[in-house]
């Protein structure tokens, strides 16, 4: 039975009691999967968790639900049988590193995930302490000592106050009224002169244009330049071949040619085009004698008459698989 790996992914954002609900609801969310291995990695600010997932069909509407699912929880959801492998390894090495738990259940893996994040979003929201520091200017002063008691305090001279003389007031001026205001003469209007008319341009023949050819603009864009492709891309790349192969679903049984192949799959050229999400087993095989044999889904098709066919992810984990195709495309790609 083919497997298929996914990967959950959260952070400070997530909702850990949301988190939760989700995991211990995998088996209502995706009834037609059994657990195969249940990883949850607890890093300093994420929680990780990757699922293996057995199932005979691929369930397109299930797995759309539990994506909705992680994303409403504010996670990420990777569909990691869908990248080749040695991007897989890649992404497994840099996200389930550290403090990694095998899970014996869902139950036991939704507890582990919502206790860390609450450990996580507890440690960023607590209040971070300042010491406050005084200024010098800011310390009060020394006290000055008190007067001693035994001088008597002086006393007061009561002299008279000395009346302020009147200031007589000076009568106010009366305000001169302005003079009338004189009346605004009227604007003389301009006499209304005609306008000259404007003589009209006599209508010159124009000389006769020449008849030469135009020369075609060419509207192609520029060719780019391609990168080097060093090993990385090499592996990610297609090669054009022409491979004998099989492949099985419950219901047919068909024998076909494989026309490209990369790391991640293949396409065949074929009448017989199962739908997408439909899986088949692959026995393709190869020029040294060597055949590659697993599972493969449908996740491409091609409806032409004459270059139709399906394309084909790979779909097994297993280590000879994965060695045996590595040795075939770097045969192709040549030496680097």
Avoid: C
């Amino acid at each position: 039975m083919p497997t298929f790996s996914l990967a959950a992914l959260w952070n400070a954002s997530a909702i850990p009691g949301h988190v939760a609900g989700i995991v211990e609801a995998i088996e209502e969310l995706l009834p037609s999967t059994q657990p195969v291995a249940i990883t949850v990695a607890l890093r300093e600010n994420e929680a990780h968790l990757e699922l293996k997932l057995e199932m005979t069909t691929f369930p397109r509407l299930e797995m759309d639900r539990f994506s909705w699912e992680i994303k409403a929880s504010k996670g990420t959801l990777v569909e990691l049988w869908r990248l080749p492998k040695a991007e897989r390894d890649a992404f497994r090495a840099a996200a389930f590193s550290g403090n990694v738990i095998t899970a014996p259940d869902y139950f036991t893996a939704a507890r582990t995930l919502q206790e860390h994040l609450e450990g996580i979003i507890a440690r960023d929201r607590r209040p971070v302490q300042v010491p406050v520091v005084v200024p010098p200017t800011a310390q009060r002063a020394p006290a000055q000592a008190p007067a001693p008691a035994d001088e008597p305090l002086g006393e007061a001279v009561d002299e008279p106050l000395v009346p302020s003389e009147d200031v007589e007031e000076e009568p106010l001026e009366p305000i001169e009224e302005l003079e009338e205001e004189e009346p605004i003469e009227p604007i003389e209007e301009a006499a209304d002169e005609p306008i000259e008319p404007i003589e009209e341009a006599l209508d010159e023949p124009m000389g006769e244009a020449l008849d030469e050819p135009i020369a075609a603009v060419d509207t192609r864009p520029a060719r780019v330049t391609e990168p080097p492709a060093g090993p990385e891309l090499r592996r990610a790349k297609r090669f054009p071949v022409m491979l004998e192969m099989e492949f099985r679903s419950e219901l047919d049984f068909v024998r076909e040619h494989a026309t490209n192949i990369s790391n991640g799959g293949l396409f065949v050229r074929t009448a017989h085009r199962p739908p997408i999400d439909t899986i088949v087993t692959v026995d393709v095989r190869l020029p040294n004698g060597e055949s590659l044999q697993g599972e493969a889904m449908v996740v491409h098709l091609v409806d032409d008459p004459y270059k139709g066919g399906v394309g084909l992810a790979f779909l097994t984990d297993d280590p000879t698989f994965a060695q045996t195709l590595d040795n075939y495309l770097a045969s192709l790609a040549g030496p680097t």
